[in-house]
């Protein structure tokens, strides 16, 4: 026997919008009236699905367990065919697996090289889909740390500035991930001056931490002209290491693909692990010759400190792919972000 749905009748105090006048005249069940009664009264949406979440966190976990598993293997294939090529005796630690990973490697040739790893999964929609980004700062910010706050938000196109206000860092990631947003940005300062920046990349991270100085915003930049807000063309200098590309595919993925006919560069330029920011647009000269450059800024400095693989609420549960050390003997030494 079917069930019938209780009706009721649109009370005439609710107001509705125009295109929807002629339900009141209409006999709606429940079900029907339940959007109709949370779209009148402006009800907040129903949080996230807490259990999809958390299985989608699991099938994440589970691919790069199955990544980490391949990539011990690939690099055991990898040292044992270098000491069959040059004739030398078996490592202990791969005599026991020696004979199974031959046969392997009589199976493989060239053009195989490498594996599937995570970047390919953060990253799967990146050119396909334009990135959302939403930008907010540490509580309590100062009017410069605002002002700074509405400057990047300009930098990068399709992104939105919300007040942090008494917020928690896991409210603003649930609130993200239940709107879309591809990545959180949050802004830090002392004593007045900006000095961190945090990218969170949705859903499940990576999370990278870059500490900022010598911040010079635009209105402090003389005969600055206005911004334009096209699609930026982007420049990457001297990031050659391997996490110098992983730290260039965070910063560049925030930025959706430009048109050819866009004017406006950014430039991100490595010197010794510092990133120098820069922001400029260009025009050709009357003789249509020479380029003249613009800057719009704001303009900073940014060295990365740490990463982990996953998002900013989980900063203590989850996996660290890079962290700074500077009380290492040779950190002065190394650069990390370039081979040279």
Same mark, same amino acid.
């Given at each position: 026997m079917s069930r019938k749905h209780t009706v009721f009748k649109l009370p005439q105090n609710i107001s509705i919008s125009q295109e929807n006048e002629d339900i009141k005249s209409q006999n709606l069940s429940i079900i029907e009236l339940l959007p109709i009664i949370s779209q009148a009264f402006s009800l907040t949406p129903p949080p996230p699905p807490i259990r999809r979440q958390a299985r989608l966190r699991r099938e994440y976990l589970y691919r790069k367990a199955i990544e980490d598993?391949?990539?011990? =293997?690939?690099?055991?294939?990898?040292?044992?065919?270098?000491?069959?090529?040059?004739?030398?005796?078996?490592?202990? $630690?791969?005599? &026991?697996?020696?004979?199974? =990973?031959?046969?392997?490697?009589?199976?493989?040739?060239?053009?195989?090289?490498?594996?599937?790893?995570?970047?390919? $999964?953060?990253? &799967?929609?990146?050119?396909?889909?334009?990135?959302?980004i939403m930008i907010t700062t540490s509580r309590d910010p100062s009017s410069k740390l605002k002002q700074f706050a509405k400057e990047v938000r300009l930098i990068f196109p399709n992104s939105q500035r919300i007040n942090r206000g008494n917020y928690e860092v896991k409210q603003l990631v649930e609130a993200c991930r239940s709107n879309d947003v591809t990545d959180l940005i949050l802004l830090h300062e002392h004593r007045g001056v900006p000095d961190g920046l945090i990218v969170c990349h949705l859903p499940f991270g990576p999370t990278a931490y870059f500490t900022l100085s010598n911040v010079v915003m635009r209105h402090d930049i003389p005969d600055v002209g206005t911004m334009s807000e096209q699609f930026p063309h982007l420049i990457f200098h001297n990031f050659s290491s391997r996490l110098g590309n992983r730290v260039k595919s965070i910063l560049k993925y925030l930025f959706?693909?430009?048109?050819?006919?866009?004017?406006?560069?950014?430039?991100?330029?490595?010197?010794?692990d510092f990133i120098s920011f820069r922001h400029h647009v260009y025009k050709k000269t009357e003789n249509g010759k020479d380029i003249e450059l613009q800057e719009v800024g704001p303009r900073f400095e940014m060295k990365i400190y740490q990463i982990i693989l996953g998002t900013i609420e989980n900063v203590d549960t989850a996996d660290t792919e890079w962290v700074y050390r500077p009380y290492m003997n040779t950190t002065k030494k190394r650069k990390f972000l370039s081979d040279n």
């Open positions: 598993r391949d990539k011990t =293997i690939l690099e055991k294939k990898q040292r044992l065919k270098q000491v069959l090529d040059d004739n030398k005796e078996i490592p202990s $630690d791969l005599r &026991k697996d020696a004979i199974s =990973i031959q046969k392997t490697l009589d199976w493989e040739g060239p053009g195989g090289e490498g594996i599937v790893n995570h970047v390919d $999964d953060e990253y &799967k929609w990146a050119g396909v889909e334009d990135p959302k959706p693909v430009p048109k050819e006919e866009s004017k406006r560069v950014i430039t991100f330029a490595n010197d010794d």
